[in-house]
């Protein structure tokens, strides 16, 4: 596509729920990151996948989070038994390459009641 | 202390003044990114700089990879550049990730 396409773009879900969220990146896009950013908090890093290279997972706050990409393009993010504090916009973006400049979705914007 | 620093965190200005927004960064940086984020959420990336300067209409970015840092500076400023503007670095050894400031919010009085 011509972005990056985050859905939904926002997201109410009760706390102890599992949520999915989704990123379809450019088309061609070998990198894809998603990111965090926490209410009046910068934007952390989760996690970052490269190609068929094993995810970095480096960033993921808990087991309850997990990730995936399918055929190396679209992603998914799962938060299994959600907490309040996971409550944030999560950002994905995506690269040509991993040297290469970054283009964001529009986020997913979550809040778990 | 975090590895990139914003100054100012905020910013209030009139339409028409020269803006600058610094970012010091303390490691090697691969690359430094300005990135900017209007209400709602949207990130709009604007600059990747590795040494220089780069300029996209009135913006102007600048980075000196010897005194670790970066500047952002906006002419003839308007009220659509009111946006919080952040500065992400790449860290030079270790994950493929950037490293994010905790962004500059900009207002631009009419």
């Known amino acids: 596509g011509a972005g990056v396409s985050q859905s939904p773009s926002n997201k109410v879900t009760e706390k102890g729920k599992d949520v999915e969220l989704r990123c379809d990146p450019i088309s061609g896009h070998t990198a894809l990151y998603w990111y965090r950013q926490s209410l009046g908090q910068g934007l952390e890093f989760l996690i970052y996948?490269?190609?068929?290279?094993?995810?970095?997972k480096s960033g993921l706050p808990s087991d309850r989070f997990s990730a995936e990409r399918t055929g190396g393009s679209v992603s998914t993010l799962t938060i299994q038994r959600t907490q309040q504090e996971d409550s944030a916009v999560y950002l994905c973006a995506s690269s040509s390459h991993p040297a290469g400049g970054y283009t964001f979705g529009s986020g997913t914007r979550l809040t778990v009641v | 202390k975090n590895e990139v620093e914003q100054s100012p965190q905020n910013l209030t200005a009139q339409e028409g003044e020269f803006i600058t927004i610094n970012c010091s960064y303390s490691?090697?940086?691969?690359?430094l990114h300005w990135l900017q984020q209007h209400p709602g959420g949207g990130i709009v990336s604007l600059f990747m700089l590795s040494s220089g300067k780069k300029k996209h209409g009135r913006l102007i970015a600048t980075i000196n990879i010897q005194e670790k840092h970066s500047s952002l500076h906006i002419t003839a400023s308007h009220p659509r550049d009111s946006a919080v503007y952040i500065c992400a670095v790449k860290i030079l050894q270790g994950a493929q990730k950037l490293v994010f400031g905790q962004g500059t919010r900009l207002t631009i009085n009419p």
């Open positions: 996948f490269q190609g068929n290279s094993a995810p970095d």
């Open positions: 490691v090697g940086i691969s690359a």
